[in-house]
């Protein structure tokens, strides 16, 4: 594209960065202002040099024209043309200087390149926080940005050379910083050192050098061109990872030892845990043992009142026979023995009538001394030892005397070749943590130098049935019987054994401020048949073996009996307005407890006195009737006193 300029002033205006070159005759210079023409040319952007084609007139000498000469100087890049000239001289010097202008555009867009690029560097320098530095090696000047000064805590204007910075590293990094100098300068590597400066407030930062040696074109070391950043914060990391590395090893150790310790405490858990488990399910067992054993021995007490009334009353029907006598005096020690054994099934199942009182154990083991003597045998020395006085204590005091011979059996039973047992009552307190509440207790120790028992057996000692003697020579209830006293009386039984040092037996007993009561002689209110006055008594049984037993017993005292089978027909019995001056009345029936038809009767007749024949001390919920008991199995003489005593309650 071309433009043809008709004045001056439309040619300088042409003058500019879109224009490739111009073309202008002397004629149209010689009457131009040449300054303004000057100032156009000289304004142009420094990549420009805009050619200019002067078309002049053929003449003599001149090459000495001042006018040319000026114009030389004016428009700087020019070409004369004489004219007349030759069309392809034209073409040529057209092309000449279209060429030289798309040299210049080329250049301009470098230029501009270049300028971005240094931006994009001085973006990058800002966002990375370094700082830009250019050492010279001869004269050991250093152009540097100003973040680059801010890191010295320079001024950005401030002249810094080398030697300003090495002012300003630490004194212990001089050295290296130099080295790395010397190095890089010798051999060419990359400039590449850490390290610290000190700034004026005596505060210490970590910068890190980086830079690249620069050569000339004669490969001679001419500058260092390279940044700088501050790397405290990175350093400081490091010192730190360095020093957690350097304790890892102990930290990884008592990480260990706690692991370790966690591990055992949980399995300490699981352990105590499996223990109460276990012992969960041995209470389990021994209390459905309990509840199995209670109702065994409850139905073998009402076959022994079956067994021990018939043969009492057989006892004063034969004939003065020795022979007979001796047979039925053999049957009823037979049932003595099964009563004895049923009181030790009871105790075990804590169904035992007790009949609890304040008791000294001192007036207790005394009474016993001559049984204990024949128990031990004349292998075994015996020892007693009693104190002067001590606190009473709330007990059953057959069950206590039969509890101390079963502990002394047993420790005779350890010592088949002879050995002392000791038996000794003592006072002692319980203290907190112990199986039994804290407070004053009265213990019961009984001890002997025999075999002793390990842990296990120990540990299963008072277990039901459990026994370590020969078979037939051991129930296996007897430390059970006893274990299961103490419980009911608020106690406890301690055993403490080792294989070949004996067994120490404490039988824990609470002290109570209770007075004993007084002993009344039972000849001044044991009925019998002769004196007693005949009543009319009605008895209240589902079993007809023990109905019938004690019907002929109460016959056999000279009382009129009638018999009811069930609670429902002694209430029909009753509804007939017959007259009776007692009710005896079993416990355990069905459909209707003997507690529920004492409830009914005395709704009916509440001035009818009863008794309540039973062989358990605990009542179920809901029987907080107070009436007097005859435990099972019972003689005519108990029943008898039992009978004289509920008339006389009833009566005085």
């Not at 002033?9 to 131009?32: K, M, S, W, Y």
């Not at 102990?250 to 370790?260: D, I, K, N, S």
């Not at 005394?366 to 007693?384: A, P």
């Not at 209240?540 to 109460?554: E, G």
Request: hydrophobic residues 40%; negative net charge; contains cysteine.
């Amino acid at each position: 594209m071309s433009a043809i300029c008709t004045d001056s002033a439309t040619f300088e205006n042409a003058i500019g960065d879109e224009a490739c070159f111009l073309i202008v005759t002397e004629e149209a210079l010689r009457a131009a202002d040449l300054r303004r023409l000057a100032e156009r040319v000289g304004a142009q952007p420094s990549w420009s040099d805009l050619p200019f084609i002067v078309l002049t007139r053929r003449a003599a000498g001149r090459e000495n024209d001042p006018f040319l000469a000026c114009l030389s100087d004016t428009l700087g890049n020019v070409t004369f043309l004489e004219r007349p000239f030759h069309p392809a001289t034209f073409i040529s010097v057209a092309r000449t200087a279209l060429k030289g202008r798309a040299r210049q555009y080329e250049a301009r867009a470098r230029i501009e390149e270049l300028h971005e690029s240094e931006e994009r560097l001085r973006t990058a320098l800002a966002a990375g926080r370094l700082g830009s530095w250019e050492l010279d090696l001869a004269t050991c000047e250093i152009t540097a940005s100003a973040s680059y000064k801010a890191l010295l805590r320079r001024k950005p204007d401030e002249p810094l050379t080398y030697a300003d910075v090495i002012a300003n590293v630490h004194p212990d990094d001089r050295e290296r910083l130099e080295t790395a100098l010397r190095t890089t300068v010798e051999a060419g590597s990359d400039y590449a050192v850490d390290a610290r400066v000190m700034w004026p407030d005596n505060s210490i930062r970590w910068v890190e050098f980086r830079a690249r040696l620069v050569r000339t074109s004669g490969n001679i070391p001419s500058r260092l061109t390279g940044v700088s950043s501050d790397v405290t914060h990175r350093r400081n990391a490091e010192a730190s990872l360095r020093q957690l590395n350097e304790t890892l090893e102990e930290r990884v150790a008592e990480r260990t030892a706690e692991l370790q310790r966690a591990h055992a405490s949980v399995l300490a858990q699981i352990e105590q845990r499996e223990r109460a488990e276990e012992q969960l399910r041995q209470v389990q067992k021994i209390e459905m043992i309990g509840q199995l054993t209670g109702g065994v021995a409850h139905d073998f007490n009402n076959l022994l009142m079956a067994i021990l009334g018939n043969l009492e009353l057989l006892r004063k029907h034969i004939p003065n026979d020795a022979k007979s006598a001796r047979l039925i005096a053999g049957a009823v020690q037979g049932a003595e023995r099964g009563a004895t054994l049923t009181q030790r099934l009871l105790a075990f199942a804590r169904r035992q009538d007790l009949r609890i009182e304040p008791k000294s154990l001192i007036d207790l083991v005394s009474g016993m001394t001559d049984l204990l003597e024949r128990s031990v045998g004349s292998q075994i020395e015996l020892e007693i030892d009693l104190p002067s006085k001590l606190p009473l204590a709330l007990v059953d005091a057959n069950q206590i005397e039969l509890a101390l011979l079963n502990l002394v059996v047993n420790a005779r039973d350890a010592m088949p070749e002879g050995g002392m047992l000791s038996i000794r009552v003592d006072q002692a307190k319980a203290h907190a943590g112990m199986e039994m509440v804290a407070g004053s207790y009265v213990r019961l120790i009984v001890s002997d130098t025999g075999q002793g028992m390990g842990a296990e057996t120990l540990r299963r000692a008072t277990e039901p049935f459990f026994t370590t003697k020969e078979l037939g020579k051991g129930t296996g209830l007897g430390l059970s019987m006893i274990h299961g006293l103490a419980v009911q009386l608020n106690g406890a039984l301690r055993l403490e054994s080792e294989p070949g040092c004996g067994t120490v037996a404490e039988l824990w007993l609470p002290v109570t401020t209770l007075a004993a009561e007084p002993k009344v002689c039972e000849e001044h209110i044991r009925p019998s048949a002769a004196n007693s006055a005949k009543m009319t008594i009605l008895i209240v049984d589902d079993d007809p073996l023990i109905a019938m037993s004690t019907v002929d017993m109460l016959e056999d005292l000279g009382h009129e009996v009638v018999g009811a089978q069930s609670g429902a027909q002694a209430l029909e019995v009753l509804q007939n307005n017959r007259p009776f001056d007692l009710l005896i009345t079993d416990f355990s029936m069905p459909k209707m407890t003997g507690v529920q038809l004492a409830r009914a009767v005395r709704e009916m007749r509440p001035e009818l006195p009863i008794l309540l024949a039973t062989g358990y001390a605990e009542l179920p919920a809901g029987s907080d009737l107070d009436l007097p008991r005859i435990g099972k199995p019972y003689l005519q003489e108990q029943l008898a006193v039992e009978i004289g005593k509920v008339v006389r309650r009833e009566y005085s």
